[in-house]
């Protein structure tokens, strides 16, 4: 019996900058995906402590979002077999203490578990990360950035995760003593398939293409030859926020709480106003966030569109929080076989 774990994450900062090659600040946490496997055969069947009908589908699936792949959540193992193509399948069964579509990357974390179940190799998380990319991209016809993907894989414990998404490097960056990072869950589910994530990323495409630079290495002052102002916003969000980025991880660094947060809140304006993608549920939550004692920023975590808001916090914030559906979160390390 093979026994896989990968984690969820939050990302604190940096949100609709990974697929045009930017920074984003994700941590690892402590809720995650696992999936035991008893290997043999040539098809995966998997069964889920919360879906009473299995997942079966044979190895040489072709189309991982297929209607035929029920129940919906199996097309993302699908998508990772379609792309992995183990030799070997095997039967086994899912379980997660994720909350689904809460923007914390549960589908991530199932094609990251799923994969180390199936045989991808620990000791190159890059290439694990790339082939559960393409997983979900097939699986739910989003062209979804590698940040989910590759924070499960590569989380560190005690760390967020800085990540340069030119490069992919990747560097840890200490979750101050004293931080609470606090995840609120809105109440709004969310699908990036039905949301409206294939738009904006088309946007930047196209912000960026009149711009004549990559937004990676643009600055303000580059965005004055994007004549349509819609494109225009977009693209004083991804610049702005690879900033905020770069500011956020040196306040970790040196401890500054009370920086960090305000960056948070400042990245929230931003999603709000010139990306477009938080909700009034979201935008009152945050506020009502913000508003509580010990509690230094908040902002929408994911994609948007509904999903969850993070909130940075002091010590001791999270037991006194008069919010529903509140979890203090804690940055854990990646994904790992627990058994072979």
Known sequence: MIVAYAPGRVNLIGDHTDYSGGL???????????VELEPGGDSVELESADDPTPAHFSLDIADAAAAAVRPSWAR????????LRPPTGGRGRVSTTLPIGAGLSSSAALEVAAALALGAATSDPLRVAQTCQRAEQLASGVP?????????VAGVDGHALLIDCSTLDRVPIPMPPGAEVIVVHSGQSRALAGSAYAERRGQVEAAEAAAGVPLRRAGPAD????????????????VSENARVRAF??????GDLTTAGALMTESQASLR?????????????????NAQPGVLGARLTGAGFGGCVVALAESGTAAGLTVD???????SGGARVLTQ
């Open 273 to 289: 106003d010139d990306f477009e993608v938080s909700t009034a549920v979201l935008d009152a939550l945050v506020a009502r966030l």
């Open 144 to 152: 979804c950035g590698i940040m989910d993907q590759l924070t499960s």
């Open 249 to 254: 991880a040196d306040s970790l660094r040196t």
């Open 24 to 34: 984003v600040c994700p941590m690892a946490i402590q809720l995650g995906t696992t």
């Open 76 to 83: 993302y193992v699908a998508g990772v077999v379609a792309v």
């Open 325 to 331: 559906r509140a979890t203090l979160v804690r940055p």
């Open 223 to 238: 965005l004055g030859g994007i004549a349509d102002p819609t494109l225009r916003r977009r693209a004083h969000h991804v």
